[in-house]
């Protein structure tokens, strides 16, 4: 079975890592993926979970809703199994969310309901069952819902105000919230706003030292001003984090390299190397490698 790291089905989708991890962590999703190898934990199902999930916040259902009625089918339909690829929105004019089971649709209370419309199912059938709400008709109201609206509008300058506005919110709900701390980081840095991307990542990881995002982007910072070994110190704590990021990997390899440490470097482009063996970084890493042998 084809399976993905957790940075290429965010990249895959076109969403951050950050949020991904957040859903992977709250359980709402679990990666199905065999064997132990973390780097490749993902199958087709689970880019099917993650589609829907998608598809159902594009039509204004708050993610808290949706990760409660998982919750509830997990529990009173356990034969369903993992029920995430099969939720819908209901047809009837509300943002019910219903699951479908077999030929029918259940509520998340295990009521049966009739959509005598509903075409029959396709295995790869995750469209919405009714056309997005107005523009603007959402009102989030908790830390994730806030976040999760930030995570929408952050990807293009155009509305990096409304996605740091949100991530404000949700940090003001939240304070604690590191991965709305690093988006909003994220978001200064584009700006060119260092300090004040500085402050945020620094905050993030005041509430989780071991926030990979915010150890990389917070050594991206320190390298850029020539602090080799404090951006040495992050880089290692993004690997403790996720010893199999790829992207982690790269920075170490190249700032031992800047360091003039070149056996440690080579350590890393070798382990770049087992997660991505092909493209011009892994030219660049299979030539170091041959130079040390």
């Not at 905050?203 to 071991?210: E, I, K, S, V």
Request: charge should be negative; hydrophobic fraction near 40%.
């Amino acid at each position: 079975m084809t399976a993905y790291s957790l940075p290429d089905a965010a990249r895959f989708f076109g969403i951050s890592p950050a949020r991904l991890r957040y859903w992977e962590r709250s359980a709402l999703l679990r990666p199905s993926a065999p064997g132990d190898d973390e780097s490749a934990r993902f199958g087709f199902r689970d880019l099917v979970c993650i589609k829907t999930i998608l598809v159902l916040l594009e039509q204004g259902v708050p993610l808290r809703r949706i990760r409660r009625t998982v919750e509830q089918v997990r529990e009173r339909i356990p034969e369903l199994g993992e029920p995430v690829a099969q939720l819908r929105v209901w047809t009837d004019g509300s943002d019910r969310v219903v699951v479908r089971h077999g030929d029918a649709l259940y509520e998340a209370s295990g009521q049966m309901v009739i959509d005598f419309a509903l075409a029959p199912a396709r295995p790869d059938d995750v469209a919405p069952l009714r056309r997005p709400p107005p523009e603007g008709q959402l009102d989030p109201e908790t830390a994730l819902e806030w976040f999760e609206r930030g995570c929408r509008l952050d990807g293009r300058p155009e509305t990096f105000a409304e996605a740091a506005e949100a991530y404000e919110r949700a940090i003001a709900a939240d304070p604690e919230f590191a991965d709305a701390h690093c988006n909003l980081g994220a978001i200064h840095h584009q700006r060119d706003d260092r300090e004040a991307a500085r402050a945020c990542y620094e905050r993030a990881l005041r509430c989780d030292p071991t926030h990979v995002e915010s150890n990389l982007n917070l050594a991206a910072i320190l390298e850029e001003d020539e602090r080799l070994e404090a951006a040495l110190g992050h880089y290692k704590a993004a690997l403790r984090g996720d010893p199999l990021h790829t992207d982690a990997h790269l920075a170490t390899a190249l700032l031992y390299e800047k360091l003039g440490v070149r056996r440690r470097a080579r350590e890393h482009w070798r382990r770049y190397l087992q997660f991505a063996p092909a493209g011009a970084w892994a030219e660049v890493a299979k030539k170091r490698v041959e130079e040390g042998d």
